[in-house]
Every structure is written in C-alpha cells, then in structure tokens.
C-alpha cells in the first residue's frame, strides 16, 4: 500500500515542475503546448493497469547504468580518455557463465532467478574501443554483486567484478539480462518537435527518491532542453522540450544536457515514462556526450 494518495484522475491537470540545466529546484517560465500535456496524460492513462505494467512491476528492469566504476575512477585524464571510448587490454583468461542462475534480491526480501552471462560477455560490452590511445588494464575477473536500481526499487544482483590495474576496488558490470519488455500499450510519436522531443536517457535518482537527473536534447541555437511532469498513482511522465529555439540559420548539431527535476512524491514503484515515445524511460549508457 502507497503511503500517499495522489488525486489520479487524468482529466485534472497535474502540476509541471521544469527543470534546466543542473538546476536542483523548479526553474519556471515554461508554458506546455495543449497538446504536449494531453500526449502526457494519454500516456499515464494507457499504461494505468495495463498489463506491460503489472510485468514492469512485477520482474526485474535495471533503471541505473549496468556499471560501476572503481573507487576513486578516475585517476588522470588518460583513464578517463580510455573509458570515454570504451579501451581497455585484456590480461586474463575470463571466467564462464556458472551453471547455476543468478539470485536478484530487493531491499523488501522479495527474489528472482535469471540466467547469468558469462565474464566474456560482459567483458565485451565494456571493450568497444578500437583507438590507439590510452587503454584501461583489466587483470582479473570473478564473479560477486552490485547493487543497482530497477524497476522495483534497489535490488542486489550477480554482476562480474573486473580487476583494473591501478585501482584498489573492481569495475563492476551486472550479470543478468533483463526479460524483453512486453510492448507498450501506446505508440511514440511520429514526429518530434521543439515543444516534444525523446529523452536520451535517465542519469540518476537522488536518495530521496524525489529528485531526477535525465539527460535531454536540444541544439546548438537555443536555450537548451527542459523537463515537465506529470504524475500519477501508478507512473511519472517526462515531458522534454526545447526551450527558445531560432528560426535564423543555425547548425544541425544534435547535444545532450543534463536535466534535473524534482517530484512531489518518491517515484517508488511508479513507472518513470517518456512521453514521446510512451515507453520506460532508459538508463543513459553514453548515448550522448552532455554539454557542460
């Protein structure tokens, strides 16, 4: 049982919260287009007790990135370099995927099994670099735990522990693939347009589970993206924007910055969704190089 109640019925306005930059509170000035806020709420609505819903709350979906770094990550700038375009040097046989599945646990004692992936295969989704430059060393590998945010909040899961040469503590990469998402009871939209954009992808949840930090596009002739909210009993739909466009020439260049909004309510076991394109939203996995 939620200990709040949120009036819910998707006729009556909910409050926006706008959020710019790296901006830890409300910034405000932003009005919604009419349309922008009924996509918003048609989204809460088809989702509301459908059945893609009941599976997001009721298997396991990562919302936090599948990695960790090493304490202290990074030392100077050519570790950082090295990561940035995914290069590392393998100096150690790799671990196969034990027989037995993986347990994922919640803080709240509930459990799951899934297959585990072998060492090799999380390796490779960390090695993607083919530079020249600078390489992170991995010495060794086991398998151990992390803990990560999913769908239904912190969970404990099997992930694969990488020695870094230089770095007391692992590089950690999870060890279970999450199911395939049924398909969303709604559609994206056709079209993007500066009042409705895609997010690129969710950063981190603060502790208090009520501040976001999304990363959202924009370009390189306006006054950057912003966020709206709306929400819900069951959901938490994010509305991006871009604010103060032109309509002089301009470069077609395509950034990323980071966002911040605040929520009335912990997002809990609410479904954190795009408006855009009417789907969870997904962790950022270096889908773009923010702005500063």
Known sequence: ?????????LGLAAATVVGCGDLSAP????????????????VAAAWEGSEVARAWQRDYYLLGDAVQLPDGAFHNDADKRAYATRNFDLRT?????????????????????LPLTSARAAYDKLDRGESPGPALTVTGARLGDMTVLTSRGKATVPAWLFTVKGYDTPLKHI??????????????VQQETDELVPLHGLNTVAQDGRTLTVLAKHG????????DVLETEGSVV???????T????????????????????????????????GRPVPPHRQAARPTQ
Do not use: N
Not at 27 to 42: C, F, K, L, M, P
Not at 220 to 227: E, K, L, Q, R
């Open 1 to 9: 049982m939620r200990s709040y109640k949120l009036l819910v019925t």
């Open 27 to 42: 910034g405000g000035g932003h009005v919604r287009d009419d349309d922008t806020a009924e996509r918003a709420r048609r």
């Open 93 to 113: 046989p790799l671990p196969d995927a034990p027989k037995k599945p993986g347990r994922i646990r919640w803080t709240g004692g509930e459990a799951l099994t």
């Open 175 to 188: 060890a279970v693939t999450p199911p395939k998402l049924p398909r969303p009871p709604i559609g994206a």
């Open 220 to 227: 390189a002739c306006d006054d950057g993206p912003a966020v």
């Open 238 to 244: 994010l509305s991006a924007s871009i604010r103060g």
């Open 246 to 277: 032109s309509d002089g020439p301009c470069t077609s260049q395509s950034l990323a910055k980071k966002v911040t909004v605040k929520l009335r309510h912990p997002v809990g076991d609410r479904i954190l969704l795009d408006a855009f394109t």
